[in-house]
């Protein structure tokens, strides 16, 4: 069993920087592929950006790309989110979310892939 924690979501103002913190408890964090999730009000739940268990793999949805960072510090089980240049469509719960995998490239983009899940963090794009 993984528990999963989010922290530092909050108001911020259009153009400017958050970063989401992800602590890990539970089982070996870096057998774990971590993602982010994001969902709007009266929304699906849709994906954010992944980095794989090992080599440090990232990717991310287009609408991210440039702008959000994906890393993790396997030495403090947390996996972090920086989001720069951040925008009013980027409101939104962040959720993030861990997959067992014994493959140390592997990346997944959809929420069915993923076993554990953290209970979410506001974060608000003001104009």
């Known amino acids: 069993q993984v528990q999963l924690v989010e922290s530092g979501g909050g108001l911020v103002q259009a153009g400017g920087s958050l970063r989401l913190s992800c602590a890990a408890s539970?089982?070996?964090?870096?057998?774990?592929?971590m993602g982010w999730f994001r969902q709007a009000p009266g929304k699906e739940r849709k994906f954010v950006a992944v980095?794989?268990?090992?080599?440090?793999?990232?990717q991310y949805d287009e609408s991210v790309k440039g702008r959000f960072t994906i890393s993790r510090d396997n030495a403090k089980n947390t996996v972090y989110l920086q989001m720069n240049s951040v925008k009013a469509e980027d409101t939104a719960v962040y959720s993030c979310?861990?997959?067992?995998?014994?493959?140390?490239?592997?990346?997944?983009?959809?929420?069915?892939?993923?076993?554990?899940w953290g209970q979410g963090t506001q974060v608000t794009v003001s104009p």
């Open positions: 979310a861990a997959v067992e995998t014994l493959y140390s490239r592997g990346t997944y983009y959809r929420p069915e892939e993923y076993f554990y």
């Open positions: 980095i794989a268990r090992d080599d440090g793999i990232t």
């Open positions: 539970g089982r070996t964090f870096r057998s774990y592929a």
